[in-house]
T-cell receptor, first 116, second 120 residues
Framework: GESVGLHLPTLSVQEGDNSIINCAYS??????FIWYKQESGKGPQFIID?????DKRQGQRVTVLLNKTVKHLSLQIAATQPGDSAVYFC???????????????FGKGTHLIIQP | GAVVSQHPSWVICKSGTSVKIECRSL??????MFWYRQFPKQSLMLMAT?????????EQGVEKDKFLINHASLTLSTLTVTSAHPEDSSFYIC????????????????FGPGTRLTVL
């Protein structure tokens, strides 16, 4: 079954406020996590990533937090803008086994809606 | 950056026909590419891992004889949906790893824009 899930399918936020999108993962062996943004009809766009040896990583207006104890991942978007409206997916990557590369396991996705 | 393209961006075909989708890494070489499928309002599901010069590795439940993958060069992988049926209608997305990207994560995948397949 799917090992990565999200708590909220839809998140509505006022423009200018901060957004927090959450994700739970079930595979404790995953060592790499990524947040993607997907606009309608387009492929996923990389936002930020974090390795399992870290608990926080910051980018431009975005921060990813990783809590390995409870297997929880979150994406914080500061000063949300209309252009942030999209579906956001978390994804996890297991370490490759047998020397082969593995694909990503995606969460269900959260639709972020920005209200003016 | 690393750019991945897909062709065609959309395709409509009759039931029973075969459709080929191309995935290209434009400015880097990718020994490994991945194919995902996404149904409306759902997440991406990994279908298979495409390895240059060797057979693809399929995820459980994905029919390898129906979804033919060929990774003949370091910049091109193709997915052929054979004898397509309406239930194969979906958004097919490929991704590629760029292990040579300076400063980039070795595991980082770059996604193509996707191909919308509609089978009538």
């Amino acid at each position: 079954g799917e090992s990565v899930g999200l708590h909220l399918p839809t998140l509505s936020v006022q423009e200018g406020d901060n957004s927090i999108i959450n994700c739970a993962y079930s595979n404790s062996a995953s060592d790499y996590f990524i947040w993607y943004k997907q606009e309608s009809g387009k492929g996923p766009q990389f936002i930020i990533d974090i390795r399992s040896n870290m608990d926080k990583r910051q980018g431009q207006r975005v921060t990813v937090l990783l809590n390995k104890t409870v297997k929880h991942l979150s994406l914080q978007i500061a000063a949300t803008q209309p252009g942030d409206s999209a579906v956001y997916f978390c994804a996890e990557n297991l370490p490759p086994s047998g020397g082969g590369a593995d694909g990503l396991t995606f969460g269900k996705g959260t639709h972020l809606i920005i209200q003016p | 950056g690393a750019v991945v393209s897909q062709h065609p961006s959309w395709v409509i075909c009759k039931s029973g026909t075969s459709v080929k989708i191309e995935c290209r890494s434009l400015d880097f070489q990718a020994t490994t590419m991945f194919w995902y499928r996404q149904f409306p309002k759902q997440s991406l599901m990994l279908m298979a891992t495409s390895n240059e010069g060797s057979k693809a590795t399929y995820e459980q439940g994905v029919e390898k004889d129906k979804f033919l993958i060929n990774h003949a060069s370091l910049t091109l992988s193709t997915l052929t949906v054979t004898s397509a049926h309406p239930e194969d209608s979906s958004f097919y997305i490929c991704s590629a790893r760029n292990p040579g990207l300076a400063g980039g994560a070795l595991d980082e995948q770059f996604f193509g824009p996707g191909t919308r397949l509609t089978v009538l």
